[in-house]
């Protein structure tokens, strides 16, 4: 039972456009939406997070946005760069649950040059 | 501060045969957690511990245990390895159980011939 999904497994942007990762989810407890970003051979790295009492939050190039009606969020980058060409998890988890954290099965971003 | 640390960074093992993984936290980290990472399966939560006690655990067979020790290193443990086994397993570390974000290791592959 997959409770937070990425329906696009792959994703080409050119580079200085926009990329827009998306990312659904099913359980309503989930009150905390982080993204991480994983190279081959790497562990995933934390890129940003929020809270389910904010819509937006912004970090530098990335700005996530979360839609709890629609239960979606969605991943942001301006301008996209080469060097942003990566796998993208989206992960989901409720309050009181500790580091049980559900992940999406990832989208692979290429941003080409 | 060096990372997240998982020994060793590859294995092959055969079917029948039982596997122990090493994760060593981010020096002051006390929560540990192990996730499987397989191709369309994206991450899956194994278990967490914290204070050498098993806070959590995933939908997983009793063939996957783990343990943490007194300097909150963390080792798990699948016996009789089944095909399906392969994956990437992912260490993670926190300062506590926290849904806020988490560090990972880079992985230990693991082969099931």
């Known amino acids: 039972d997959q409770q937070v999904k990425q329906n696009s497994p792959s994703l080409s942007v050119q580079e200085g456009r926009i990329s827009i990762l998306n990312c659904d989810y099913t359980?309503?407890?989930?009150?905390?939406f982080l993204w991480y970003k994983k190279y081959p051979a790497e562990g995933p790295t934390f890129l940003i997070s929020?809270?389910?009492?904010?819509d937006k939050n912004e970090d530098g190039r990335f700005t996530v946005f979360l839609n709890k009606s629609a239960k979606h969020l969605s991943l942001h980058i301006v301008p996209s760069q080469p060097g942003d060409s990566a796998v993208y998890f989206c992960?989901?988890?409720?309050?009181?649950?500790?580091?049980?954290?559900?992940f999406g099965t990832g989208t692979s971003l290429t941003v080409i040059p | 501060k060096a990372g997240v640390t998982q020994t060793p960074r590859y294995l092959i093992k055969t079917r029948g045969q039982q596997v122990t993984l090493s994760c060593s936290p981010i020096s002051g980290h006390r929560s540990v957690s192990w996730y499987q990472q397989t191709p369309g399966q994206g991450l899956q939560f194994l278990f967490e511990y914290f204070s050498e006690t098993q806070r959590n655990k995933g939908n997983f067979p009793g063939r996957f245990s783990g343990r943490q020790f007194s300097n909150s290193r963390s080792e798990m443990n699948v016996s009789t390895l089944e095909l399906g086994d392969s994956a990437l397993y992912l260490c993670?570390?926190?300062?506590?159980?926290?849904?806020?974000?988490?560090?990972f290791g880079s992985g230990t592959q693991l082969s099931v011939l």
């Open positions: 992960a989901a988890s409720a309050r009181n649950t500790g580091n049980q954290f559900y």
């Open positions: 359980n309503s407890m989930f009150d905390y």
């Open positions: 929020i809270s389910s009492i904010k």
């Open positions: 993670a570390s926190s300062l506590v159980p926290s849904n806020e974000k988490l560090f």
